[in-house]
């Protein structure tokens, strides 16, 4: 009884599991002193990690929040950059085979 309850419940984790897919997004890169990586993470911070970074869909939404930079920001020679991400996609938005996750 105990094996047939842990194989249902590792079939349904498995099912619900999603797959790892490479997805682009941009952020805007920027010149600061003293950091050799510097991104945006808002209108007016910026942060030397990508992790940290403000990530958009698609490049006119980049584009959109460079034009609200404050000055101090702005200064900093900001450039849109897209990067490639895997990110989790659910079975039910799943078009692709990839890695388990």
């Known amino acids: 009884m105990r094996v ?7 079939a349904t984790a498995l099912a619900q599991a ?7 997004v941009w952020v805007v890169a920027l010149k600061c002193s003293g950091y050799q990586q510097c991104y945006a993470s808002s209108n007016g911070s910026y942060t030397g990690n990508l992790n940290g970074a ?18 101090s920001i702005r200064d900093k020679s900001p450039q849109i950059q897209s990067i490639v991400e895997q990110v989790c ?9 990839g890695k388990p996750c």
């Open 4 to 10: 047939a309850l842990l194989s249902l419940l590792l």
């Open 18 to 24: 999603g797959v790892l897919v490479n997805s682009t």
């Open 54 to 71: 403000r990530r958009f869909d698609d490049a006119a939404s980049a584009e959109r929040f460079i034009s609200s930079f404050t000055s």
């Open 89 to 97: 996609v659910q079975p039910a938005d799943n078009r692709t085979n």
